[in-house]
């Protein structure tokens, strides 16, 4: 297993700056991390930074609430993408989830992948940790039924983070159909292990560089 490579080095603080930014892809080379994911403004500065490298740039998009219009998180997926995004992690509206609005949910979903080239990988943030384990259910269902390639477990953002229950029904609704992203309070190696062996495919960690010097000592 190449650890390094399913990690998503990962920086969403509001006041990170230009210099945490370029750190942090420096370090996402030198460790030969998945990606760097961070918020939309640095796209450019990071596309230039890892233009030679094999890091992708990973953005977000109605981050972190999921609560903008639709028309937003449209422009701000295509707006990411010209400036060199490769992939986009966008929030569902969770308000949306709770009317039981799943079609308005769907609708969101399939605007943002039209408005994109299909060779951008897109991860829906679900934020399991507002939703009743039947609301993970529902939201996984309607992103296997979608274009999108990964569900998302979290922002990082809200109450909590990533369980290792909310991999387990992930995966028992969408199967081997998509990708999971587990993400949000994974801080060391054994849970992340954890999180792989239940099928995440792909894991966001602000820690990722503890994580891997942690795994050299296993």
Known sequence: MELNRYIDHTLLKADANEADIKTLCEEAI????????I?????????????????????????????????????????AVADGADEIDMVINIGWVKNQWFDKVRREIDLILDA????????????T???????IRKVSQIVKESKADFVKTSTGFS??????????IIK???????????????????????MIRL????????RGIDIMEESKNR
């Open 172 to 194: 028992e609704i969408i199967g081997n159909s998509k990708l999971i992203k587990a993400s949000g309070g994974i801080r060391n190696f054994d849970e992340t292990i954890q």
């Open 30 to 37: 030198q460790y030969e991390f998945k990606s760097v994911c």
């Open 39 to 79: 918020n939309p403004t640095w796209v450019e500065v990071c596309t230039n930074i890892l233009k030679d490298s094999e890091v992708l740039v990973c953005t977000v998009i109605g981050f972190p609430l999921g609560a903008n219009h639709t028309d937003i998180k449209v422009f701000e997926a295509k707006k």
């Open 199 to 206: 099928g995440s495919d792909r894991i966001g960690a602000s």
């Open 116 to 127: 994109i080239p299909d060779n951008i990988i897109v991860k829906v943030i679900i934020e």
């Open 129 to 135: 940790a507002l939703l009743t384990e039947e609301e």
């Open 159 to 168: 109450t909590r983070g990533a369980s290792l229950n909310d991999i387990k």
